[in-house]
């Protein structure tokens, strides 16, 4: 009978001891929970609840998305100011009309607009704003006329030339942010989109839209029509972009008050601002 009414204390004692046990383990000196050859995983995937908090200022790879090669367009205009342009393709902006001004081969300012399969359907638009006194005469591009169109797919390189060549071409140029100021020129974004529509590659306006195009490059393999990408207000949020011209240069518009010029990779400000890189050929 001494030997049975001892058996729950024997048993609350096991208890007690392994409870003891327990909670040394987890206690800052007893043995870690994870062994050293098993280092606690950093990513954010590994805590289901982090995974659904990721800061804003987290970089996230964009997913990929090709450019769309430019069907038919329409140009008008032939103006040697540059405020005239930027007048009428906001005329057209305003009528929901995707219109952007360039600066020509011819030196000359001229306007594009539209982005149709098939000719017609370009044409019957193009009437349609001439007859209502909109613009005056006018020239349909063809998706052949575009050097995208023009480049073997095995002659990267050569497409990779025009773009810089077309980019090189608005040097000089008044900075215009957003495409609504006149007196300021191009923005940043606009400076590229227009470079990439010009040989026939869709490009996206802003310059956040066209971070998530084409496909991510590293800082060292970087070719020349590349596109580099800034967090020019802290963070890494995109603000700013440029066309990559080589030997670690970019071509792009700065700032209001300053015209389109060629900068460094490599001076402080860009190298602490760079967010990354993409390629769309």
Sequence with gaps: MKTFRSLPFFFYSLFVAGLLIFLGACS????????PSEPFPESVSADPIASLIIP???PVEP???????????????????????????????????????????????????GDHREYQ?????????????????FFIVSPQDYAIAKTPDAAVGGMRFELVKTAQRFIGVPYRWGGEDSK?????????????RLNGLNLPRNS????????????????????????????????????YVGDGRFIHAPRTGQTIRISSLSSTYFRRTYVGGRTYL
Excluded: W
Excluded at 28 to 35: C, E, I, N, R, Y
Excluded at 84 to 99: I, S, W
């Design 121 to 137: 359907a370009a044409r019957n638009e193009a009437e349609q704003l001439q007859a209502q006194g909109v613009i005056g005469r």
């Design 208 to 243: 956040r839209a066209q971070y998530q195009a084409g496909r991510a490059v590293k800082k060292d393999q970087l070719q020349q029509g590349d596109l580099v990408f800034f967090a020019t207000k802290g963070g890494t949020r995109v603000t700013h972009v440029g066309m």
């Design 184 to 196: 300021n020129g191009f923005d940043c974004s606009g400076l590229t989109m227009v470079s990439y």
């Design 28 to 35: 800052p000196a007893g043995k870690p929970l994870v062994s």
């Design 63 to 113: 997913e990929q998305q090709a450019l769309t090669a430019l069907g038919f367009s329409v140009q008008v205009g032939a103006f040697s100011q540059q405020d005239n342009a930027v007048r009428l393709e906001q005329t057209l902006k305003m009528r929901g009309l995707d219109a952007f001004s360039f600066l020509d081969d011819s030196g000359l300012y001229k306007v594009r607009f």
């Design 56 to 58: 804003t200022d987290e």
